[in-house]
Structures are given as C-alpha cells and as structure tokens.
C-alpha cells in the first residue's frame, strides 16, 4: 500500500517540491494562497517541522507539527495534514501522523493536539485509530483586523 512511501522532515525544500506543495494546498484550504516566503518562514522557525511524504521525488502529503514550552510542559500541535486526492485511503496520512507521534515521543511533549472538523469522519476515524482522544472542550477563536 504504502510500501515505497518514505516519510522526510524537511529542513530545505527544492523548486520542485515548493511547486508540488503549491499544487496540494488547495486540496488542505480553499482559502489559502500559497506564500514561498511564509513556507520558507516555517522552516527557519525552530520548533516547526514539516513532514512530508514521498513517492520517489513526489510530494503526495504534508503535515506540520509545532512544538513549544508551556509552564506545564513542552506541547505539540499538528496541523495543515493533507494527502494528494488520488492517493488517499492507502495509508499516507498514517505514515505522516506515525512519523509525527514518533517524534512527539523522541521530543518528551507532554500532549500532541490536533483539530477536525466534524464532517472529516475518516479522518477522525484515522485520529482515533492512532490514540488520539476526542476532548470535551470549547475550541475558540479570534481572528485580529489586519492592519
């Protein structure tokens, strides 16, 4: 299934894989346009991982973890998950999110944290499958007013 998938976290990222994680942010957000500069911000920014999944030179999916220091303890959260459409359902998201817990256990964090929505019933389907645990919580946000 996933056999000849390898999974990489990136510390640089040639044109080619910039051009092919272009081309998968549609499929993760319709309202985001790709930025080079923040990718490249990302990756300079300690306590920021992407990994990728690789099929030979092709990027088929991403997922970022960030990691910090709270007062309770060091903490991780994923986010931007996304598998290229034609190659869903074969297992990719779990090598990602593998490789992610993987990580989180060689970083000592104390909780890895991540967010779904409720339509995404695979995805949480695969979360749960993984360990990860629904929490009863009021998830807020605030967006600022752009300057």
Same mark, same amino acid.
């Given at each position: *299934?996933?056999?000849?998938?390898?999974?990489?976290?990136?510390?640089?990222?040639?044109?080619?894989?910039?051009?092919?994680?272009? =081309? @998968?942010?549609?499929?993760?957000?319709?309202?985001? &346009?790709?930025?080079?500069?923040?990718?490249?911000? *990302? @990756?300079?920014?300690?306590?920021?991982?992407?990994?990728?999944? #690789?099929?030979?030179?092709?990027?088929?999916? *991403? &997922?970022? @973890?960030?990691?910090?220091?709270? %007062?309770?303890?060091?903490?991780?959260?994923?986010?931007?998950?996304? %598998?290229?459409?034609?190659?869903?359902?074969?297992?990719?998201?779990?090598? @990602?999110?593998? =490789?992610?817990?993987?990580?989180?256990?060689? #970083?000592?964090?104390?909780?890895?944290?991540?967010?779904?929505?409720?339509?995404?019933?695979?995805?949480?389907?695969?979360?749960?499958?993984?360990?990860?645990?629904?929490?009863?919580?009021? &998830?807020?946000?605030?967006?600022?007013?752009?300057?």
């Amino acid at each position: *299934m996933t056999g000849d998938i390898r999974i990489e976290i990136a510390h640089s990222l040639t044109v080619d894989e910039r051009r092919q994680i272009e =081309a @998968l942010l549609p499929q993760l957000s319709s309202t985001i &346009a790709f930025d080079p500069d923040r990718l490249q911000a *990302m @990756l300079d920014v300690p306590g920021v991982e992407l990994f990728l999944a #690789l099929d030979e030179k092709e990027v088929v999916g *991403m &997922a970022t @973890l960030a990691t910090f220091p709270l %007062v309770t303890g060091w903490r991780g959260i994923v986010e931007d998950v996304v %598998v290229d459409h034609e190659r869903r359902g074969r297992g990719v998201a779990r090598r @990602l999110l593998e =490789a992610i817990i993987d990580e989180s256990a060689r #970083l000592r964090l104390r909780t890895l944290d991540l967010t779904s929505r409720p339509s995404r019933a695979s995805a949480i389907r695969l979360y749960e499958s993984l360990g990860f645990e629904r929490r009863e919580t009021n &998830a807020m946000r605030f967006v600022p007013r752009q300057a």
